[in-house]
């Protein structure tokens, strides 16, 4: 059973940083993708980075030159280095773990796991 479990939330002022960090245990496959979605109160999950096992990544237009996915394939963890926050990125961030397979990044219905999900707040 695939087990992912994020850490690395917390509470910063707008123009701060934080990294989400996102260890994965139990899986099997050779190949993979991962990526990082938030989600707000009332509001459906939205993609916000992606990256497969061989390095291709993608990001929500809203986070592009703030954010950067990035994954450590021996341990396997993946990474969020967020900067220059601002408060709307405040939402709980979940990462997804789907195969390699996953075409449309965006979709959660691309990935079969999820993390328990992480608070990120951002004030003004």
């Known amino acids: 059973q695939v087990q992912l479990v994020e850490s690395g939330g917390g509470s910063v002022q707008t123009g701060g940083s934080l990294r989400l960090s996102c260890v994965v245990s139990?899986?099997?496959?050779?190949?993979?993708?991962m990526a990082w979605f938030r989600q707000t109160p009332g509001k459906e999950r939205e993609g916000v980075a992606f990256i497969r096992k061989d390095g291709d990544t993608n990001y929500a237009d809203s986070v592009k030159g703030r954010f950067t996915i990035s994954q450590d394939n021996a341990k396997p963890t993946m990474y969020l280095q967020m900067n220059n926050l601002k408060p709307e990125d405040t939402a709980t961030y979940y990462c997804a773990f789907g195969d390699s397979g996953v075409e449309i990044w965006g979709d959660v219905q691309e990935y079969h796991y999820w993390g328990q999900g992480t608070q990120v707040t951002v004030t003004s």
């Open positions: 139990g899986h099997t496959y050779r190949s993979y993708s």
